[in-house]
């Protein structure tokens, strides 16, 4: 790999650890403003909109300019997301702005990879940014559970006499922190390389490409693999949106742990699904992707298993590790959160591998990745309504995880049953093969 690439590298880890970051503050901004419970899921509600508004125009933008320099353009906006939500902006609506600047990041950021590299190097290359994103997942949202705590958002308020300029929350400090982290992301970016490539100039015109963008998603939901790969990541992201929320509802309720806390256990999660994306990355090929969609049902098992689970059931006491000590309670709920995103990383990884290898074929790997964020993340404005009505609606955090854990059993049941179905008209599998050949 060039210098370049590791620029590139540098850049979307500092931006993804600040989006993660910057979720857990805006949660405490919202609870520092005593704001209704249901506006919570609605910060990632309107985070994801750009991604399925603007999904037309995104990957026109993107080719627009120099990649390095929409990556810059669109982590400024994300920084500058952050100052409204400081000085009087309402979260809701700062953390929207921020959307925008991702939902334009996303393809430049991809889309620089194969500007950048031979094709040979293309698959390496992914496996390290999603490698990487990953573990800025786990890292962000520490952070974010870390720079709200006490002992370090006051040092911050006071070192930069943020008082002065009207701020005094935790959330506030920590907020003003992940800003100058996207700022450092934007800063990389203008080392990023210019690969030097340029593409005919695309009118930004709302019929043609609207039009174009719902051939894109005809052609890939008619597909026989394209359907089923595109219906799981759509249900994976969807419901991995609302299970953000939920684990730190969860752990309240079960476990008493403050939002520093179930932040941790977020992160706890995210290490399952590189767990489990490293095994399916070991022991599932290409061709057999489509053997591991039971995992989705026994993963809506876990999580409806553990919809009544409190420390009360637990033993009493726990490990200690020196100076370090961790209850039997948090020992076990651990252990159920991994299992749960070992089971999601293990379905979901051969079913965007499926995914990408479809949409390449069947289109290009702009459109395909352009189709895959709109499903997607209007699957996760669905899910994040419904878990707001939810809430708003009263219900107590175990019925929710219970109503949650059975919707994911129930929606994998239908895809199998809708591949099996397809298998029986003809079969598919041999589509895989078959496209090297197109």
């Not at 520490?142 to 005094?168: D, M, N, Q, R, S």
Request: include cysteine; charge should be positive.
């Amino acid at each position: 790999m060039n210098r370049g690439f590791y620029t590139i590298m540098t850049a979307q880890f500092l931006s993804s650890l600040a989006d993660n970051a910057l979720l857990i503050a805006a949660i405490a901004l919202l609870a520092s403003l005593q704001a209704p419970e249901w506006q919570t899921p609605l910060l990632k509600l309107f985070f994801v909109v750009s991604y399925v508004l603007l999904a037309a125009w995104v990957g026109i933008f993107a080719d627009s300019m120099p990649k390095g320099r929409v990556m810059f353009i669109t982590n400024f906006l994300k920084a500058a997301g952050c100052i409204l939500m400081l000085f009087g902006g309402h979260p809701l609506l700062a953390y929207a702005i921020v959307g925008v600047g991702a939902a334009a990041y996303s393809p430049a950021k991809y889309g620089i990879l194969t500007e950048l590299l031979p094709p040979e190097k293309l698959v390496i290359a992914n496996g390290w940014i999603e490698g990487l994103t990953v573990g800025s997942i786990i890292l962000g949202v520490v952070l974010g559970g870390v720079l709200i705590k006490p002992e370090v958002a006051e040092p911050i308020l006071h070192l930069f006499h943020l008082e002065a300029l009207g701020l005094h929350s935790f959330a506030e400090a920590a907020i003003f922190a992940i800003a100058f982290v996207y700022l450092a992301a934007s800063a990389v970016n203008l080392a990023i390389p210019d690969t030097g490539a340029r593409y005919p100039k695309l009118k930004f015109d709302p019929v043609d490409s609207i039009r174009g963008f719902a051939n894109c998603c005809k052609l890939l939901w008619t597909d026989r693999l394209g359907q089923i790969s595109l219906s799981v990541t759509t249900l994976f992201w969807g419901a991995g949106a609302v299970l953000q929320f939920l684990v730190l509802k969860w752990c309240d309720h079960a476990l008493g742990m403050d939002l520093s806390q179930g932040a941790v256990m977020q992160a706890v999660v995210s290490l399952g699904i590189a767990l489990g994306a490293v095994l399916a990355a070991a022991r599932v090929p290409l061709k057999k992707s489509l053997s591991v969609l039971p995992m989705g049902i026994i993963m809506g098992v876990l999580v409806t298993g553990a919809a009544y689970f409190t420390k009360d059931l637990a033993p009493e006491g726990g490990l200690q590790f020196g100076a370090f000590a961790i209850s039997w309670a948090t020992l076990i709920a651990s252990v159920i959160m991994i299992a749960v995103g070992v089971c999601a990383g293990f379905f979901v990884v051969p079913m965007n591998a499926l995914l990408q290898h479809r949409g390449h074929v069947l289109m290009s790997a702009g459109r395909s990745i352009a189709v895959q964020n709109f499903n997607e993340n209007l699957s996760i404005l669905v899910m994040l309504g419904v878990y707001s009505l939810l809430i708003k609606l009263d219900l107590s955090v175990p019925t929710t995880m219970l109503i949650f854990g059975v919707f994911v059993m129930i929606s994998m049941t239908l895809v199998i049953l809708k591949h099996r179905s397809n298998q029986q008209k003809g079969d598919s599998l041999h589509l895989i093969g078959e496209a090297k050949r197109h």
